[in-house]
Protein backbone atom coordinates (compact mmCIF):
# COMPACT_ATOMS: atom_id res chain seq x y z
CA UNK A 1 0.00 0.00 0.00
CA UNK A 2 0.95 3.59 -0.72
CA UNK A 3 -1.46 5.92 0.76
CA UNK A 4 -3.88 5.68 3.85
CA UNK A 5 -6.42 7.67 4.13
CA UNK A 6 -8.04 8.09 7.80
CA UNK A 7 -11.23 9.72 8.90
CA UNK A 8 -9.71 10.13 12.57
CA UNK A 9 -11.72 11.06 16.09
CA UNK A 10 -13.63 7.36 16.64
CA UNK A 11 -12.60 5.26 19.24
CA UNK A 12 -11.08 2.42 18.29
CA UNK A 13 -13.28 -0.41 19.57
CA UNK A 14 -13.15 -4.37 19.93
CA UNK A 15 -11.45 -7.57 20.00
CA UNK A 16 -7.90 -8.26 18.20
CA UNK A 17 -5.68 -11.61 18.01
CA UNK A 18 -2.41 -10.51 17.79
CA UNK A 19 -0.63 -11.44 15.31
CA UNK A 20 3.30 -13.60 15.02
CA UNK A 21 6.50 -11.52 16.04
CA UNK A 22 8.16 -10.23 12.76
CA UNK A 23 11.41 -10.47 15.07
CA UNK A 24 11.00 -13.54 16.07
CA UNK A 25 9.68 -15.15 12.75
CA UNK A 26 12.84 -13.72 10.76
CA UNK A 27 15.64 -14.91 12.96
CA UNK A 28 13.85 -18.84 12.91
CA UNK A 29 13.49 -18.22 9.08
CA UNK A 30 17.13 -17.55 8.74
CA UNK A 31 18.07 -20.36 11.39
CA UNK A 32 15.49 -22.73 9.00
CA UNK A 33 18.89 -22.48 6.13
CA UNK A 34 20.88 -24.15 8.67
CA UNK A 35 18.44 -27.25 9.15
CA UNK A 36 19.09 -29.96 6.79
CA UNK A 37 15.26 -31.00 6.59
CA UNK A 38 12.11 -29.95 6.73
CA UNK A 39 10.49 -27.21 9.26
CA UNK A 40 6.79 -26.16 9.59
CA UNK A 41 5.76 -23.23 11.29
CA UNK A 42 2.41 -21.92 12.59
CA UNK A 43 1.40 -18.17 13.26
CA UNK A 44 3.58 -16.55 10.63
CA UNK A 45 2.46 -13.23 9.94
CA UNK A 46 0.94 -12.05 6.77
CA UNK A 47 3.79 -9.58 6.40
CA UNK A 48 6.08 -8.35 4.03
CA UNK A 49 9.39 -8.88 5.70
CA UNK A 50 8.00 -12.55 5.41
CA UNK A 51 7.75 -12.72 1.71
CA UNK A 52 11.04 -11.21 1.07
CA UNK A 53 12.64 -13.54 3.28
CA UNK A 54 10.84 -16.43 1.79
CA UNK A 55 12.10 -15.18 -1.42
CA UNK A 56 15.63 -14.90 -0.40
CA UNK A 57 15.98 -18.59 0.78
CA UNK A 58 14.49 -19.77 -2.09
CA UNK A 59 16.86 -17.94 -4.01
CA UNK A 60 19.64 -20.22 -1.88
CA UNK A 61 17.65 -23.86 -3.19
CA UNK A 62 15.91 -23.79 0.18
CA UNK A 63 12.44 -24.94 -0.32
CA UNK A 64 9.37 -22.83 0.63
CA UNK A 65 5.24 -23.33 0.79
CA UNK A 66 2.79 -22.48 2.41
CA UNK A 67 -0.06 -23.91 2.91
CA UNK A 68 -3.66 -23.24 5.44
CA UNK A 69 -1.45 -20.48 7.56
CA UNK A 70 1.22 -23.47 7.70
CA UNK A 71 4.70 -22.65 6.20
CA UNK A 72 6.62 -25.38 5.33
CA UNK A 73 10.51 -24.96 4.93
CA UNK A 74 13.06 -27.57 3.63
CA UNK A 75 16.50 -27.01 3.71
CA UNK A 76 18.40 -30.31 2.30
CA UNK A 77 18.59 -28.47 -1.00
CA UNK A 78 20.28 -25.29 0.03
CA UNK A 79 22.97 -24.67 -2.14
CA UNK A 80 23.89 -21.34 -2.52
CA UNK A 81 25.89 -19.29 -0.46
CA UNK A 82 25.23 -15.88 -1.40
CA UNK A 83 21.72 -14.08 -0.91
CA UNK A 84 19.94 -12.08 -3.84
CA UNK A 85 21.70 -8.21 -2.90
CA UNK A 86 18.13 -6.69 -4.27
CA UNK A 87 16.44 -9.00 -1.76
CA UNK A 88 18.56 -8.69 1.14
CA UNK A 89 19.35 -5.15 0.68
CA UNK A 90 15.85 -4.79 2.12
CA UNK A 91 16.26 -6.56 4.96
CA UNK A 92 18.38 -5.71 8.08
CA UNK A 93 17.11 -9.23 9.00
CA UNK A 94 19.04 -11.00 5.89
CA UNK A 95 22.50 -10.49 7.95
CA UNK A 96 21.14 -13.50 10.06
CA UNK A 97 22.11 -15.69 6.71
CA UNK A 98 25.61 -15.15 7.54
CA UNK A 99 25.35 -17.48 10.99
CA UNK A 100 23.39 -20.00 9.46
CA UNK A 101 25.13 -20.57 5.88
CA UNK A 102 28.37 -20.18 8.01
CA UNK A 103 27.02 -23.07 9.85
CA UNK A 104 25.70 -25.42 7.26
CA UNK A 105 28.52 -24.34 4.46
CA UNK A 106 31.25 -22.99 6.50
CA UNK A 107 31.13 -20.01 3.72
CA UNK A 108 28.92 -16.96 3.32
CA UNK A 109 28.90 -13.35 0.92
CA UNK A 110 26.15 -10.94 2.26
CA UNK A 111 25.41 -8.11 1.03
CA UNK A 112 25.47 -5.26 3.60
CA UNK A 113 22.07 -5.09 4.81
CA UNK A 114 18.65 -3.11 4.63
CA UNK A 115 15.74 -1.81 6.36
CA UNK A 116 14.55 0.86 8.67
CA UNK A 117 16.81 3.90 8.77
CA UNK A 118 17.31 4.63 12.51
CA UNK A 119 20.58 6.21 12.69
CA UNK A 120 23.80 4.60 12.78
CA UNK A 121 23.64 0.23 12.56
CA UNK A 122 27.23 -1.06 12.17
CA UNK A 123 27.82 -4.69 12.40
CA UNK A 124 30.94 -4.46 14.13
CA UNK A 125 30.06 -6.74 17.22
CA UNK A 126 28.45 -9.50 14.87
CA UNK A 127 31.85 -9.26 12.80
CA UNK A 128 34.07 -9.33 16.05
CA UNK A 129 31.90 -12.32 17.73
CA UNK A 130 32.44 -14.36 14.59
CA UNK A 131 36.20 -13.69 14.18
CA UNK A 132 36.82 -14.34 17.68
CA UNK A 133 34.99 -17.81 16.74
CA UNK A 134 37.62 -18.21 14.02
CA UNK A 135 35.57 -16.85 11.22
CA UNK A 136 37.56 -15.21 8.39
CA UNK A 137 35.62 -11.95 7.03
CA UNK A 138 36.84 -9.71 4.34
CA UNK A 139 34.80 -6.74 3.10
CA UNK A 140 34.57 -6.32 -0.71
CA UNK A 141 32.44 -4.04 -2.55
CA UNK A 142 29.58 -3.99 -0.35
CA UNK A 143 29.46 -7.36 0.44
CA UNK A 144 30.77 -9.35 3.49
CA UNK A 145 32.93 -12.90 2.31
CA UNK A 146 33.24 -14.76 5.05
CA UNK A 147 34.72 -18.59 5.46
CA UNK A 148 35.78 -21.15 7.93
CA UNK A 149 33.93 -23.28 10.33
CA UNK A 150 33.24 -21.80 13.78
CA UNK A 151 35.25 -23.19 16.19
CA UNK A 152 34.28 -23.67 19.91
CA UNK A 153 35.28 -20.61 22.57
CA UNK A 154 33.43 -17.94 24.26
CA UNK A 155 32.21 -14.48 22.75
CA UNK A 156 31.78 -11.44 25.31
CA UNK A 157 29.21 -8.84 23.23
CA UNK A 158 29.81 -5.28 25.35
CA UNK A 159 26.34 -4.63 24.26
CA UNK A 160 23.73 -7.17 24.43
CA UNK A 161 22.94 -6.41 20.62
CA UNK A 162 19.60 -9.11 19.16
CA UNK A 163 21.28 -8.95 15.99
CA UNK A 164 24.53 -10.09 17.39
CA UNK A 165 23.43 -12.41 19.48
CA UNK A 166 21.07 -14.38 17.25
CA UNK A 167 23.98 -14.34 14.60
CA UNK A 168 26.10 -16.19 17.14
CA UNK A 169 23.67 -18.55 18.15
CA UNK A 170 22.83 -19.62 14.51
CA UNK A 171 27.12 -19.69 13.90
CA UNK A 172 27.50 -21.80 16.87
CA UNK A 173 24.87 -24.48 14.87
CA UNK A 174 27.69 -25.65 13.04
CA UNK A 175 30.56 -25.02 15.69
CA UNK A 176 33.45 -27.56 16.23
CA UNK A 177 33.01 -26.94 20.05
CA UNK A 178 30.37 -25.75 22.61
CA UNK A 179 30.04 -21.86 22.26
CA UNK A 180 29.47 -19.71 24.86
CA UNK A 181 28.02 -15.74 24.39
CA UNK A 182 28.31 -13.61 28.00
CA UNK A 183 26.55 -10.31 27.69
CA UNK A 184 23.87 -11.77 25.35
CA UNK A 185 20.40 -9.92 24.74
CA UNK A 186 17.69 -11.38 26.32
CA UNK A 187 14.66 -10.31 24.21
CA UNK A 188 11.57 -12.52 24.14
CA UNK A 189 12.00 -13.00 20.83
CA UNK A 190 15.68 -15.17 21.32
CA UNK A 191 13.94 -16.90 23.83
CA UNK A 192 11.77 -17.89 20.54
CA UNK A 193 14.39 -18.74 18.54
CA UNK A 194 16.50 -20.70 21.56
CA UNK A 195 12.93 -22.79 21.52
CA UNK A 196 12.71 -23.52 17.98
CA UNK A 197 16.52 -24.66 17.46
CA UNK A 198 16.05 -26.98 20.41
CA UNK A 199 12.95 -28.38 18.77
CA UNK A 200 15.49 -28.51 15.78
CA UNK A 201 17.95 -30.64 17.86
CA UNK A 202 20.49 -28.13 19.34
CA UNK A 203 21.59 -28.13 22.86
CA UNK A 204 20.69 -24.65 23.73
CA UNK A 205 20.66 -23.46 27.21
CA UNK A 206 20.56 -20.03 28.99
CA UNK A 207 18.00 -17.93 26.41
CA UNK A 208 16.47 -15.02 27.93
CA UNK A 209 20.02 -14.57 30.23
CA UNK A 210 23.06 -12.90 29.42
CA UNK A 211 25.21 -16.14 29.46
CA UNK A 212 23.96 -18.34 26.24
CA UNK A 213 25.60 -21.86 25.87
CA UNK A 214 24.94 -23.46 22.45
CA UNK A 215 26.44 -27.36 22.22
CA UNK A 216 26.39 -28.02 18.75
CA UNK A 217 24.46 -31.47 17.55
CA UNK A 218 22.60 -32.98 14.27
CA UNK A 219 20.16 -31.10 13.54
CA UNK A 220 16.64 -32.46 11.96
CA UNK A 221 13.33 -31.14 10.82
CA UNK A 222 10.64 -30.06 13.75
CA UNK A 223 7.63 -27.65 13.92
CA UNK A 224 7.14 -24.85 16.00
CA UNK A 225 4.35 -21.98 16.56
CA UNK A 226 6.03 -18.14 16.74
CA UNK A 227 5.14 -16.24 19.37
CA UNK A 228 3.07 -13.46 19.80
CA UNK A 229 4.05 -9.67 18.11
CA UNK A 230 4.83 -7.79 21.81
CA UNK A 231 5.29 -5.00 19.79
CA UNK A 232 2.04 -5.49 17.32
CA UNK A 233 0.62 -5.45 20.34
CA UNK A 234 2.07 -2.43 21.77
CA UNK A 235 1.00 -0.52 18.88
CA UNK A 236 -2.62 -1.52 18.90
CA UNK A 237 -2.38 -0.56 22.90
CA UNK A 238 -1.22 2.72 22.23
CA UNK A 239 -3.57 3.35 19.16
CA UNK A 240 -6.69 2.57 21.84
CA UNK A 241 -5.30 4.82 24.39
CA UNK A 242 -4.71 7.62 21.97
CA UNK A 243 -8.14 6.71 20.81
CA UNK A 244 -9.88 7.10 23.93
CA UNK A 245 -10.93 3.30 23.14
CA UNK A 246 -11.67 0.14 24.74
CA UNK A 247 -9.51 -3.04 23.73
CA UNK A 248 -8.75 -6.63 24.05
CA UNK A 249 -6.09 -8.13 22.75
CA UNK A 250 -6.09 -12.08 23.04
CA UNK A 251 -3.26 -14.59 21.81
CA UNK A 252 -0.12 -13.00 23.71
CA UNK A 253 2.09 -13.25 26.68
CA UNK A 254 1.13 -10.09 28.87
CA UNK A 255 4.00 -10.43 30.97
CA UNK A 256 6.22 -9.61 27.41
CA UNK A 257 4.19 -6.09 27.22
CA UNK A 258 4.89 -5.00 31.06
CA UNK A 259 7.08 -2.14 30.33
CA UNK A 260 4.47 -0.80 27.87
CA UNK A 261 1.05 -1.51 29.52
CA UNK A 262 2.88 -0.37 33.19
CA UNK A 263 3.23 3.21 31.60
CA UNK A 264 -0.32 3.39 30.12
CA UNK A 265 -1.48 2.58 33.12
CA UNK A 266 0.52 5.69 34.61
CA UNK A 267 -0.77 7.40 31.80
CA UNK A 268 -4.58 7.01 33.19
CA UNK A 269 -5.41 3.87 30.76
CA UNK A 270 -7.48 0.74 32.64
CA UNK A 271 -5.56 -1.89 32.09
CA UNK A 272 -6.18 -6.15 33.31
CA UNK A 273 -4.04 -9.01 32.34
CA UNK A 274 -5.27 -12.16 32.44
CA UNK A 275 -3.83 -15.61 30.60
CA UNK A 276 -2.88 -14.59 27.19
CA UNK A 277 -5.16 -11.68 27.23
CA UNK A 278 -4.79 -8.18 27.65
CA UNK A 279 -7.73 -5.93 28.22
CA UNK A 280 -7.43 -2.03 27.89
CA UNK A 281 -9.74 0.99 28.84
CA UNK A 282 -8.68 4.56 27.93
CA UNK A 283 -9.86 7.34 30.40
CA UNK A 284 -8.48 11.06 29.92
CA UNK A 285 -4.49 11.04 29.77
CA UNK A 286 -2.00 12.83 31.69
CA UNK A 287 2.03 12.58 31.20
CA UNK A 288 4.09 10.23 32.70
CA UNK A 289 7.83 9.65 34.29
CA UNK A 290 10.49 9.73 31.70
CA UNK A 291 10.60 6.77 29.44
CA UNK A 292 13.77 5.60 28.91
CA UNK A 293 14.61 2.93 25.95
CA UNK A 294 16.86 0.03 26.41
CA UNK A 295 17.65 -3.66 25.97
CA UNK A 296 15.05 -5.76 27.49
CA UNK A 297 13.34 -5.97 29.91
CA UNK A 298 13.90 -1.93 29.77
CA UNK A 299 10.95 -0.19 27.87
CA UNK A 300 11.45 -1.42 24.25
CA UNK A 301 12.85 0.96 21.49
CA UNK A 302 9.96 -0.19 19.09
CA UNK A 303 7.55 1.01 21.26
CA UNK A 304 9.07 4.80 21.73
CA UNK A 305 7.41 6.27 18.43
CA UNK A 306 3.95 4.83 19.31
CA UNK A 307 3.60 5.39 22.59
CA UNK A 308 4.81 9.43 21.61
CA UNK A 309 1.77 9.20 19.28
CA UNK A 310 -0.64 8.09 22.36
CA UNK A 311 0.45 10.45 24.86
CA UNK A 312 0.50 13.89 22.59
CA UNK A 313 -2.85 15.19 24.10
CA UNK A 314 -1.73 13.80 27.45
CA UNK A 315 -2.06 16.26 29.98
CA UNK A 316 1.38 17.65 30.93
CA UNK A 317 4.98 16.80 29.71
CA UNK A 318 6.79 13.54 29.03
CA UNK A 319 10.60 13.09 28.49
CA UNK A 320 11.64 10.22 26.14
CA UNK A 321 15.18 9.16 26.00
CA UNK A 322 15.81 6.92 23.46
CA UNK A 323 19.36 5.53 24.50
CA UNK A 324 19.48 2.34 21.45
CA UNK A 325 19.69 4.22 18.37
CA UNK A 326 21.09 7.19 17.46
CA UNK A 327 18.23 8.72 14.35
CA UNK A 328 15.07 7.14 16.22
CA UNK A 329 13.07 10.61 16.21
CA UNK A 330 12.43 10.93 12.57
CA UNK A 331 8.54 10.49 13.14
CA UNK A 332 8.68 14.16 14.86
CA UNK A 333 8.57 16.38 12.20
CA UNK A 334 5.06 13.98 10.88
CA UNK A 335 3.26 14.14 14.47
CA UNK A 336 3.85 18.09 14.59
CA UNK A 337 1.84 18.22 11.45
CA UNK A 338 -1.17 16.88 13.20
CA UNK A 339 -0.92 19.99 15.86
CA UNK A 340 1.44 18.07 18.47
CA UNK A 341 4.44 19.79 20.54
CA UNK A 342 7.50 18.30 20.84
CA UNK A 343 10.68 19.24 21.38
CA UNK A 344 13.77 17.39 20.69
CA UNK A 345 17.13 17.87 21.34
CA UNK A 346 19.33 14.63 20.21
CA UNK A 347 18.67 11.90 21.98
CA UNK A 348 16.08 13.45 24.42
CA UNK A 349 12.44 14.35 22.94
CA UNK A 350 9.65 16.70 25.21
CA UNK A 351 6.17 15.91 24.80
CA UNK A 352 3.73 18.55 26.18
CA UNK A 353 0.20 17.41 25.81
CA UNK A 354 -2.16 19.22 23.66
CA UNK A 355 -6.25 19.43 23.59
CA UNK A 356 -6.84 18.46 20.34
CA UNK A 357 -5.10 17.28 17.06
CA UNK A 358 -6.39 18.28 13.72
CA UNK A 359 -6.01 16.22 10.41
CA UNK A 360 -2.28 16.07 8.25
CA UNK A 361 -0.08 14.59 5.05
CA UNK A 362 2.78 13.60 6.23
CA UNK A 363 4.97 10.85 4.95
CA UNK A 364 5.99 7.41 6.87
CA UNK A 365 9.80 7.18 7.69
CA UNK A 366 10.02 3.58 8.72
CA UNK A 367 8.06 1.02 10.65
CA UNK A 368 7.16 2.29 13.73
CA UNK A 369 7.94 5.93 12.83
CA UNK A 370 4.41 5.00 10.32
CA UNK A 371 2.38 3.36 13.16
CA UNK A 372 2.87 6.66 15.24
CA UNK A 373 1.86 8.70 12.22
CA UNK A 374 -1.55 6.41 11.94
CA UNK A 375 -2.04 6.58 15.60
CA UNK A 376 -1.77 10.39 15.60
CA UNK A 377 -4.24 10.62 12.40
CA UNK A 378 -6.91 8.05 14.34
CA UNK A 379 -6.89 10.47 17.15
CA UNK A 380 -7.41 13.72 15.25
CA UNK A 381 -10.44 15.52 14.11
CA UNK A 382 -10.64 15.41 10.80
CA UNK A 383 -9.16 13.43 7.25
CA UNK A 384 -5.48 12.53 7.22
CA UNK A 385 -3.48 11.07 4.70
CA UNK A 386 -0.77 9.04 5.04
CA UNK A 387 2.10 8.55 2.13
CA UNK A 388 5.04 5.87 2.17
CA UNK A 389 2.50 3.97 3.73
CA UNK A 390 4.16 0.81 2.42
CA UNK A 391 6.61 0.54 5.82
CA UNK A 392 3.93 -0.39 7.42
CA UNK A 393 3.54 -3.30 5.20
CA UNK A 394 6.51 -4.79 6.44
CA UNK A 395 5.44 -5.27 9.61
CA UNK A 396 1.60 -5.24 10.66
CA UNK A 397 -0.13 -7.63 8.73
CA UNK A 398 -3.78 -7.08 7.42
CA UNK A 399 -3.51 -3.30 9.11
CA UNK A 400 -6.51 -1.90 7.23
CA UNK A 401 -8.53 -4.78 7.66
CA UNK A 402 -8.15 -5.09 11.22
CA UNK A 403 -8.48 -1.39 11.88
CA UNK A 404 -11.88 -1.20 10.50
CA UNK A 405 -12.67 -4.02 12.73
CA UNK A 406 -12.06 -1.58 15.35
CA UNK A 407 -14.38 0.91 13.65
CA UNK A 408 -11.87 2.70 12.40
CA UNK A 409 -12.72 4.52 8.97
CA UNK A 410 -9.65 4.09 7.15
CA UNK A 411 -9.09 3.60 3.23
CA UNK A 412 -6.24 2.10 1.58
CA UNK A 413 -5.07 3.71 -2.03
CA UNK A 414 -2.73 1.45 -4.12
C1 LIG B 1 16.48 -5.79 16.39
O1 LIG B 1 17.33 -5.05 15.51
C2 LIG B 1 15.05 -5.57 15.87
N1 LIG B 1 14.95 -6.07 14.52
C3 LIG B 1 14.73 -4.08 15.89
O2 LIG B 1 13.36 -3.91 15.52
C4 LIG B 1 14.88 -3.56 17.31
O3 LIG B 1 14.70 -2.17 17.32
C5 LIG B 1 16.29 -3.88 17.86
O4 LIG B 1 16.56 -5.29 17.75
C6 LIG B 1 16.45 -3.49 19.31
O5 LIG B 1 15.49 -4.09 20.10
C7 LIG B 1 14.75 -7.39 14.32
O6 LIG B 1 14.70 -8.19 15.23
C8 LIG B 1 14.62 -7.85 12.91
P1 LIG B 1 20.56 -4.50 17.82
P2 LIG B 1 18.93 -5.22 15.54
O7 LIG B 1 21.62 -5.27 17.13
O8 LIG B 1 19.25 -6.65 15.73
C9 LIG B 1 24.04 -1.19 17.86
C10 LIG B 1 11.52 -3.04 14.32
O9 LIG B 1 11.00 -1.91 14.31
N2 LIG B 1 24.89 -2.24 17.26
O10 LIG B 1 20.13 -4.92 19.15
O11 LIG B 1 19.47 -4.52 14.38
C11 LIG B 1 22.99 -0.71 16.85
O12 LIG B 1 23.50 0.24 15.98
C12 LIG B 1 13.06 -3.20 14.31
O13 LIG B 1 10.87 -4.09 14.37
C13 LIG B 1 26.24 -1.97 17.09
O14 LIG B 1 26.73 -0.90 17.43
O15 LIG B 1 19.27 -4.40 16.87
C14 LIG B 1 21.91 -0.17 17.75
O16 LIG B 1 22.21 1.14 18.10
C15 LIG B 1 13.77 -1.91 14.12
N3 LIG B 1 27.01 -2.94 16.51
C16 LIG B 1 22.00 -1.09 18.96
O17 LIG B 1 23.28 -1.73 18.92
C17 LIG B 1 26.49 -4.14 16.11
O18 LIG B 1 27.23 -4.98 15.56
C18 LIG B 1 20.90 -2.17 18.99
O19 LIG B 1 21.01 -2.95 17.83
C19 LIG B 1 25.11 -4.39 16.30
C20 LIG B 1 24.32 -3.42 16.88
Not at 325 to 341: I, K
Request: positive net charge; hydrophobic residues 45%.
Amino acid sequence: MERLHITGGRPLRGTLAVQGSKNAVLPILAAAAAVPGRVVLSNCPPIRDVTVTRAILEGLGVAVQSSKGLLYIDGTGLRGSAPDPTLAGQLRSSVLLLGALLARLGRAEIPLPGGCVLGARPLDLHLRGLEALGVEIRCESGRLLCRGRPRGGVVTLPYPSVGATENLMLAALGAQGPVRILGAAREPEIRDLAAFLRACGAGITGAGSPCLRIEPAPLHGASHRIQPDRMEAATWLCAAAATGGSLRLTELEPACLRPVSELLKQAGCRICAQRGCLCLEAGPLWAVGPIVTGPYPAFPTDAQAPMMAALLRAEGCTLFEETVFSDRFRHVPGLRAFGARIETQGRLARVHGVKALHGARTAATDLRGGAALLIAALAARGESTITEARHLDRGYGELVRRLQSLGATVEVEK
